[in-house]
């Protein structure tokens, strides 16, 4: 199976700021990276596909780039709905795996 | 509005079955394939199991594989995960996605906790 390793586990952040969460894959997936984004009821929101490939209805300060086997999402000025838990998956071959999660917090 | 509605889930003793549905609207079920992605209590998420749009194809995460079958009726718009054998690792909130290309999970319900304890 492909491990997906993301950092910083935790990111405090102020309103604002500029951020990039990274998440590497054990080895090449040819850019088949996803990300979500989970609010604290539970409710997981589909953010970017194929690296950079933003999901209908997500605000333009997402980002997402990267290749070969490192990642990464960036938010160009945080918003407060923004304060949330990010995964990142890949979709290269099966069994699809997530990285374990980067928690963005209030600073 | 594409909606995925998961129900089914509660407490349930280790060895036991369980079955979930997920009933869809607001798109063409059976032009979809769908998924089942599951987060423990304070965990990271984790694939489960995926059906093609005709469930012709399954996939399964090893843990899970001769226990736990993945389904659709596309009459009803409904998926379903039948758990046989459950044990205390699988309690988790059960999500059910749909599925674009290889496994990008475009759209998610609100998931439906299992409990598996004595």
């Known amino acids: 199976d492909i491990q997906m390793t993301q950092s910083p586990s935790s990111l405090p952040a102020s309103l604002g700021e500029r951020v990039t969460i990274s998440c590497r894959a054990s080895q090449g997936i040819s850019n088949n990276l996803n990300w979500y984004q989970q609010k604290p009821d539970g409710t997981i929101k589909p953010l970017i596909y194929?690296?950079?490939n933003l999901q209908s209805g997500v605000p333009s300060r997402f980002s997402g780039s990267g290749s070969g086997t490192d990642y990464s999402l960036t938010i160009s000025s945080l918003e407060p709905e923004d304060f949330a838990m990010y995964y990142c998956?890949?979709?290269?071959?099966?069994?699809?795996?997530f990285g374990g999660g980067t928690k963005l917090e209030l600073k | 509005e594409v909606q995925l509605v998961e129900s089914g889930g509660g407490l349930v003793q280790p060895g036991r079955s369980m079955k979930l549905s997920c009933a869809a609207s607001g798109f063409t079920f059976s032009n979809y394939g769908m998924a089942w992605v599951r987060q423990a209590p304070t965990k990271g998420l984790e694939w489960v199991a995926t059906?093609?749009?005709?469930?012709?194809?399954?996939y399964y995460r090893d843990s899970v594989k001769g226990r736990f079958t993945i389904s659709r009726d596309n009459a009803k718009s409904t998926l379903y995960l039948q758990m046989n054998s459950l044990r205390s690792e699988d309690t988790a909130t059960y999500y059910c996605t749909r599925v674009l290309g290889a496994a990008w999970f475009a759209y998610w319900g609100q998931g439906t906790l299992v409990t598996v304890s004595s």
């Open positions: 998956q890949q979709d290269a071959s099966f069994p699809p795996t």
């Open positions: 059906i093609s749009y005709d469930g012709s194809s399954t």
């Open positions: 194929y690296t950079s």
